[in-house]
Structure formats: C-alpha cells, structure tokens
C-alpha cells in the first residue's frame, strides 16, 4: 500500500524559510514523478511543482509563484521527498500535500498534507 | 497556463439521483503522446483529495462504478449515477497534459 506523510510545517514569519518532508512507504520514490500540490484556507487546488524520475535525470518544475524560491528534492536512501521555501510570504500560506504517481496518473495517492502558517 | 473552468460552483443533490459536473479547458488537452490527462479527484472536508477517474474515463482502483467520466479535446464531465452520502464534498477536474493545474472545484451537497 501506497502512504505519503507529510511534516516540517509550522509558524513562520515573512521572508523566513521553511522544509518540508514527505516520507513514503509501499513505493519507490526514485521511481515516480512527485509533485506538491497545496491549498490555502477555503479555496481550490495549486500546483507548487514537481520532480521527474531518477532515470529522467531528476528534472524539476514549478509554478511561476513559486519560482525561484522553492526547491523539491529527494533522498532516495531515506524514500523522501522534500521541499524547500525560502522567501516565504503571506500568500504561501496553506496545507501543503505531496503526491505521487504509480502509474495512472501524476496523482494517484495524496498524502494527509501538513499546513504551513506565514504571519508576523 | 492551462485554465481549467467548471460549473456548477455547487450542486444541491438528492440522495439517489445523479448528478453531473462539467469542465472545460482553455485549450486541447491532447498531448503529443495522443493521451488526454484530464483527471478527476473528490476532497472531503478535512480530507485530503483522492483521485476518482484518469485519463477522462478511467476509475481508479477502489472507485465505485457509480462514477463515470467522459469527454474530449476541451470538454470532460463527471458523472455520478445515484449520488449516496459518502459523496458529499468538493470535485475538482484536473489537467496533466501540461503540467498541472486545476479547476476551481464544484461542491456537492445533499439537498
């Protein structure tokens, strides 16, 4: 079975910096495309980016809000993925899910998230 | 960036009736490969989102055939045959073909 678990969020001031983890299990993370999806309180879905297999070279994307500021990575001996936010704003503020996809689509399980707080 | 619009922003439904929502995509979402990524997914409140259906029709494992996607190009809809409790919450279609991103979300309730 398939499980994401996601930690590192918190209280964070503006302009401070933040990690994300999210640990899997029942999967290879080296294997599949990740990506981290998050929602702020109320509203709809965002797309933060994503990190492409090992053997596709590892290649990352991400949404233009987030450019430039936020990381992904992956520790394949710890089966995690991470993101890293630097420059972090009040408009980041949200839960933040990882997810993974094993062979339907980019999304096929979601982790329970973990919520990032940006405030002064 | 591809925009994803759905309608209704809510729909009131009666237990056992159907109910449907639309999406449409502000360009094709037929990708080089010639499949389509629009997927659907169903976020109870508190909960995470969960992948209902993939490329347009496709259930995923453990989706109650209750459920059916259909469409093409720039137009997909979901479909739930008789809507029971459990389906309350908010659906949200989703296109892949060019990264990712997301419609705003339809909220089903029961009446």
């Known amino acids: 079975e398939v499980q994401l678990v996601e930690s590192g969020g918190g209280l964070v001031k503006p302009g401070g910096s933040l990690r994300l983890s999210c640990a899997a299990s029942?999967?290879?993370?080296?294997?599949?495309?990740m990506s981290w999806v998050r929602q702020a309180p109320g509203k709809g879905l965002e797309w933060v980016g994503r990190?492409?297999?090992?053997?596709?070279?590892?290649?990352?994307d991400y949404a233009a809000p987030v450019k430039g500021r936020f990381t992904i990575s992956r520790d394949d001996s710890k089966n995690t993925l991470y993101l890293q936010m630097t420059s972090l704003n009040t408009e980041d503020t949200a839960v933040y899910y990882c997810?993974?996809?094993?062979?339907?689509?980019?999304?096929?399980?979601w982790g329970q998230g973990t919520l990032v707080t940006v405030s002064s | 960036d591809i925009v994803m619009t759905q309608t209704p922003l809510s729909s009131p439904v009666t237990l056992g009736q159907p109910a449907s929502i639309s999406c449409r995509s502000s360009?094709?979402?037929?990708?080089?490969?010639?499949?389509?990524?629009l997927n659907w997914l169903h976020q109870r409140p508190g909960q995470p989102p969960r992948l209902l259906i993939y490329?347009?029709?496709n259930r995923f494992s453990g989706v109650p055939d209750r459920f059916s996607g259909s469409g093409a190009g720039t137009d997909f809809t979901l479909k739930i045959s008789r809507v029971e409790a459990e389906d309350v919450g908010v659906y949200y279609c989703?296109?892949?073909?060019?990264?990712?991103?997301f419609g705003g979300g339809t909220k089903v309730e029961i009446k």
């Open positions: 997810t993974i996809g094993v062979g339907s689509s980019d999304v096929d399980y």
């Open positions: 029942g999967f290879t993370v080296s294997n599949a495309w």
């Open positions: 989703m296109q892949a073909t060019q990264f990712l991103t």
């Open positions: 360009q094709s979402l037929v990708s080089g490969d010639g499949n389509t990524y």
């Open positions: 490329q347009i029709s």
């Open positions: 990190i492409k297999t090992k053997n596709e070279g590892g290649t990352t």
